[in-house]
């Protein structure tokens, strides 16, 4: 077990990539990933790392960059942010559908305009059919420990996807934090040596990557794709029980907070659990029956599972930190109530947009999302189906 | 290529990549031409330009010498006509073509 250390969430991921030793990082800047990049030029600078890094003029670059390194045959990774990951956005359906598991943190911040460099999750759920595997974390513990942990899963035989991982913007990736590192034979032994599947550098082999494919063969590797975002869900499990062992610290594609007896529950993902947590914890005191649920993994989405954890509550609410704008509601909110319409009776799940460009999630918010499933379990009634919560009027 | 001979997507690399060399033979191109070149052999000097200049590989040489096009490569382009420095090559409308033979 590693002695606690105190780092930012950037500063930690930027260490678990020093940890990884990636063949090549191709990166450009952007707030408020940056220090991700910044912090891990200067372990190549000071050769602590074995990496080529490629500085590239913009982040459709940076992207085509680690697809060519990765088709090379190399563990390649990369960071950025919203509107920088917007403009890779071409790269990401390349990157997956020429199966190569580049690995790259998201430090998820608002997207533009009006110009907004705070977290909030429009970046990564607008990538969420990009055939990209979607892990979020909570804290820096969980950015760092889930980005050992994709190297693993997005590299398996039977998975072969690129993996984002990602962090709310400043207020993970810029705040102090205790968390333990692993030791750097911990990381090198647990992602062990990259196999990489067809690389080009292999001139005993000569493949071709990116050929035309047509109304013949499209469909059918389209279809690959599906099954490999299946396959990886056991992947995804079998990787989190092996860093357990090593780590001591447990993962699933989600975890649940005091809902086993729960009769109405908060689902969210990323850093605003911890507020639901403390409030969740006050609630009970004066006997209210609710829980949490925290989503880790969106991609795959884990239907199945979710229905199984969530099928005994009454009412539900799905917090999403993006907006969807004209659909059925906020992206994760559309695919849990989704998730539980095979469910006979299902819970009642309503939907709260929060937290957009950076606003906080304060203790009243999460007070009132109780207050409102409170008032849906007593009287079956949904009233207000999304509310936008922290928001003036 | 018919329908009966395309695999399904268990038994296909994965992610489009193409894993074996050289097997731009079994794509045949020449169903893409509009115009047709036709070789004028009294013309030709042998340079090789054309066989040079063909992006499909189609200009078949034997001993040195041009033997022909190879029509079910060559797509048409006009590349070995423009280039060939005898004007040995003339492209014909292939419907005109087509209609003659």
């Given amino acids: ?393 | 290529m018919s329908t009966n001979e395309l695999k399904g997507w268990k038994e296909i690399p994965i992610g489009g990549v193409i894993v074996e060399a050289g097997n731009s033979a079994r794509y045949e191109t020449g169903g893409w031409r509009t115009f047709r070149p036709l070789m004028d052999g009294q013309l030709c000097k042998n340079c090789l330009f054309c066989w040079i200049y063909c992006p499909d590989s189609a200009i078949e040489v034997e001993d040195g010498k041009v033997k022909g096009i190879n029509l079910r490569y060559c797509k048409g382009c006009g590349i070995c006509a423009r280039e060939c420095p005898a004007k040995a090559i003339q492209m014909i409308e292939e419907a005109k073509v087509s209609a003659g033979e």
């Fill in chain 1, 1 to 393: 077990m590693g002695k606690p250390v105190a780092m930012t969430g950037n500063i930690a991921v930027a260490n678990a990539m020093r940890q990884i030793n990636p063949d090549v990082c191709a990166a450009y800047p952007i707030t408020p990933s940056t220090e991700v990049m910044q912090q891990f030029a200067s372990f190549v600078a000071d050769g602590k790392v074995d990496t080529e890094l490629v500085t590239a003029e913009s982040e459709h670059s940076a992207m085509s960059a680690c697809i060519g390194a990765a088709a090379a045959g190399g563990r390649v990774m990369t960071a950025t942010s919203a509107n920088g990951l917007a403009l890779m956005w071409e790269m990401l359906y390349i990157a997956s559908g020429n199966r190569l598991p580049i690995v790259m943190t998201v430090v998820n911040r608002a997207l533009s305009a009006p110009i907004n460099i705070h977290g909030d999750h429009s970046d990564g759920m607008g990538a969420r059919d990009s055939g990209w595997i979607q892990i979020y974390s909570e804290n820096a513990q969980e950015a760092y420990d889930n980005l050992i942990q994709a190297v693993v899963i997005g590299q398996h035989r039977d998975v072969r996807l690129p993996v984002m991982v990602g962090m709310d913007g400043f207020i993970i990736s810029h705040s102090i934090e205790n968390l333990e590192l692993l030791s750097d034979q911990e990381v090198k032994d647990f992602i062990g040596e990259y196999l990489p599947l067809y690389p080009l550098l292999n001139i005993k082999q000569p493949v071709t990557y990116g050929p035309l494919d047509l109304q013949d063969y499209y469909s059918e590797h389209k279809r690959q794709q599906a099954e490999a975002m299946k396959l990886a869900k056991p992947v995804i499990l079998k990787v989190a029980q092996d860093f357990a062992a090593l780590s001591g610290r447990k993962y699933g594609f989600f975890e649940t907070y005091r809902l086993d007896d729960a009769e109405m529950a908060i689902l969210t993902l990323g850093s605003s659990a911890g507020t639901a947590r403390f409030v969740i914890d006050r609630a009970r005191e004066q006997g209210v029956k609710v829980g949490l649920i925290k989503l880790r993994v969106f991609r795959p989405f884990p239907m199945k599972e979710l229905q199984a954890a969530l099928g005994h509550l009454k009412a539900l609410a799905v917090m999403d930190r993006c907006d969807s704008f004209g659909a059925a509601g906020g992206p994760v909110f559309s695919e849990v109530r989704s998730a539980l319409y095979d469910l006979s009776p299902h819970p009642a799940v309503v939907n709260y947009i929060y937290g957009l460009g950076g606003r906080d999630l304060g203790i009243a918010h999460i007070e009132q999302v109780i207050r409102d499933l409170q008032e849906i379990r007593q009287t079956g009634c949904i009233r207000e189906l999304l509310t936008y919560l922290t928001v003036r009027e």
